[in-house]
């Protein structure tokens, strides 16, 4: 594991930096040398020491944003300052820091020379007696096996399959994705029972999302059957239980919706007006799903090779041909394979889970701070504003959340730290991860962020896990718990760690109908922008100096700031221009869903818009004016920049202040 772990970083000074046209984010040249796509994942740039977090493989998400986001492509980086200051003249320091692991040949050497002191340590007169050895004892396929492994950790294949960055899916990711479908099918007889039905678990999730992902875009490509809800979900519907059914039976094939959906995802991204979803929901479900498959895969290439070469080819230079494997080792050989895989399958993912904790460790307020002074109640309190809660509280339920919050934060820290401890001890892993549905199932109720796809993942993982009744080295257990430590090193794990505050900002859009009534749109109208109508994607250059200084559903990562927020002050109370607090491009997507709206002919504005599967849930109780209005009414859009305080002794929401920044005519 070490091997592919960069021990040095080969840093790079930033001093050429021009200004892009937007004003926040900033384009410089960089000459890495070596711009191998697989390791571009590993790229991080640092501000004055400190590391800039917010990535993103979206140009446009770093002129949107701001405040630290950046993204690096083919010898370009897009990046913008913490605070949104002109890194020319801020004074700071800006290093991309590149990764410098050990090349691949000396990897590929090393595991050469295991693999030979591995059979000169097994006792025997000669090569061939020693060979034997190990075969009888299956350990040299699977010594074979755990080098591949490593050079799957090291190349990053699932990273190359699903992230295209500006440019669609060439034939060199159509042959790899080909080789690993059929390759990860060929895991049949030996292969764990369970394992077909989680894979199949997993190919409906990203079929379904597949289907709803393209049904958009053929939508707003003019075939506009396709943006009726219904059929979307119907045809979506039909592919999961196709895509289902085939990886129950082939278990690679789940690789293909998978890519799929990614792809399509992308492609959005690149064809977008506005930035769409954000990816948290299903980057880290996506990479671990293309590692297992193509695991299974060199795993199928690995037994499949060995069989033939002490069935045909050795036999050809004196190996008796009664000294091979067998098909008890084949399957034993097989079944552990699949079992080791598995494990570190389990492990990447609760990486996304043990690493939240860690962000919430590492805020500045100290490792402590997140536990004793977060206020996580006003997640809940914020998400009703935003129309996004199942559930709305009432002040006097948020008091007792109040009384009970930190029991409850101590009680979500210690759940995500012993993620940790689950590959270690494999029979709590199905109870640990049935614990973390239950967790979202919570989250869901009272914020409305819906981690679907993790939960589905969860429950593939139960279903697929022996717990008790498998019995596995305790080397490997502990190979496990190191790639959860070091999974952001070769995957996107996400970091889910900030303080909650009273103080929200919120990017409203209303309807205007003929008589010049108001009702509030509620971001399911966006479909697969819905998230970017309650996050700070929608934000322009100046929001958070304008308004609050916090972002996304009133959070920040500074303790000062929410020190500050927790009486809804602002750090900067100057009045700019008030089309900087949107993004620019927001008016023109308004425009252009409501014509794509009318083009499918729908009759009332929010028909069939609560099918699509959100990552953030629009309440439709919360707008019900909103779904008895008909689209051909609609006269005009206003969007409204607004500032919303939960006061912190009485926990009711009010609006501080309302900007009306434009005025959308769409009849």
Request: aromatic fraction near 12%.
């Amino acid at each position: 594991m070490l091997a592919v772990v960069p021990l040095l970083w080969n840093e790079i000074r930033i001093d050429e930096i021009r200004a892009e046209p937007d004003g926040i984010a900033y384009f410089a040249s960089i000459d890495t040398g070596d711009d191998n796509q697989m390791w571009r994942s590993g790229y991080r740039l640092r501000e004055n020491g400190a590391l800039l977090k917010a990535r993103t493989d979206i140009i446009d998400s770093v002129r949107a944003q701001g405040h630290g986001t950046w993204a690096y492509w083919r010898g370009g980086l897009w990046f913008s300052s913490s605070d949104n200051t002109d890194p020319r003249w801020n004074g700071r320091s800006y290093v991309l820091q590149r990764p410098t692991p050990i090349p691949v040949g000396m990897l590929i050497a090393n595991s050469l020379a295991t693999l030979v002191l591995l059979v000169l340590a097994v006792p025997g007169t000669g090569l061939l007696d020693r060979l034997r050895m190990l075969t009888g004892l299956r350990s040299f396929s699977m010594s074979i096996f755990a080098c591949l492994i490593i050079l799957i950790l090291y190349l990053k294949p699932h990273y190359y399959l699903l992230h295209d960055g500006n440019e669609g899916p060439g034939w060199t990711r159509w042959g790899l994705l080909t080789v690993v479908a059929i390759g990860a099918s060929h895991i049949k007889q030996g292969a764990p029972r369970r394992l077909g039905a989680a894979m199949s678990i997993l190919s409906s999730m990203f079929a379904l999302g597949f289907g709803m992902a393209a049904s958009g875009v053929l939508s707003r490509a003019g075939v506009t059957q396709m943006g009726w809800s219904c059929l979307a979900w119907s045809l979506s519907v039909i592919l999961a239980v196709i895509g289902g059914a085939f990886a129950f039976r082939w278990p690679g094939l789940a690789a293909v919706p998978t890519c799929a959906y990614v792809w399509v995802q992308h492609y959005v991204r690149r064809h977008s007006l506005i930035v769409p979803n954000v990816d948290v929901d299903w980057t880290p479900v996506a990479e671990s799903t293309i590692f297992l498959m193509v695991g299974l895969a060199a795993g199928a290439l690995v037994f499949r090779l060995l069989d033939w070469a002490l069935r045909t080819a050795l036999p050809k230079y004196g190996w008796p041909k009664s000294v091979r494997l067998t098909e008890a080792d084949v399957d034993g050989s097989v079944h552990a394979a699949c079992t080791t895989l598995l494990l570190l399958f389990i492990a990447v993912h609760m990486g996304n889970y043990f690493h939240s904790a860690m962000a919430k460790m590492l805020l500045d307020g100290g490792p402590f701070s997140w536990v004793i002074g977060n206020q996580t109640y006003f997640l809940s309190s914020n998400a009703a504003a935003l129309g996004a809660a199942p559930l709305r509280l009432s002040p006097n339920e948020l008091a007792v959340w109040r009384t009970l919050n930190i029991p409850v934060n101590a009680l979500t820290l210690t759940t995500q730290l012993a993620a940790l401890a689950a590959p270690l001890i494999p029979a709590t892993i199905a109870p640990l991860t049935a614990i973390f549905d239950v967790w979202h199932i919570g989250v869901f109720i009272f914020s409305g962020i819906f981690f679907w796809k993790w939960m589905l993942l969860n429950g593939a993982i139960i279903v697929a896990w022996p717990g008790r009744a498998v019995c596995v080295d305790l080397r490997v257990r502990l190979l496990a718990c190191v790639l959860t430590v070091l999974s952001p090193q070769f995957f996107g794990i996400i970091e889910l760690g900030w303080y909650d505050t009273p103080a929200l900002n919120r990017i409203q859009i209303l309807a205007v109908d003929e008589d010049g009534a108001q009702f509030p749109v509620p971001a399911a109208f966006f479909r697969a922008y819905s998230f970017a109508f309650v996050s700070t994607l929608n934000w322009g250059a100046e929001t958070q100096g304008g308004l609050y200084p916090t972002g996304t559903w009133g959070s920040t990562k500074e303790w000062d700031v929410m020190q500050a927020a927790l009486n809804c002050k602002t750090q900067n109370t100057r009045r700019l221009e008030l089309g900087r607090f949107v993004h620019p491009k927001l008016a023109e997507f308004v425009r252009a869903t409501h014509a794509e709206r009318r083009a499918e002919q729908v009759q009332g504005a929010a028909d069939g818009i609560y099918f699509y599967p959100h990552h953030v849930f629009s309440n439709p109780f919360a707008y019900e004016q909103f779904s008895q209005l008909k689209l051909d009414r609609i006269r005009s859009y206003v969007i409204l920049a607004e500032e919303l305080c939960t006061d912190r002794q009485s926990l009711e929401t009010t609006v501080v202040q309302s900007f009306k920044i434009n005025k959308i005519d769409v009849h």
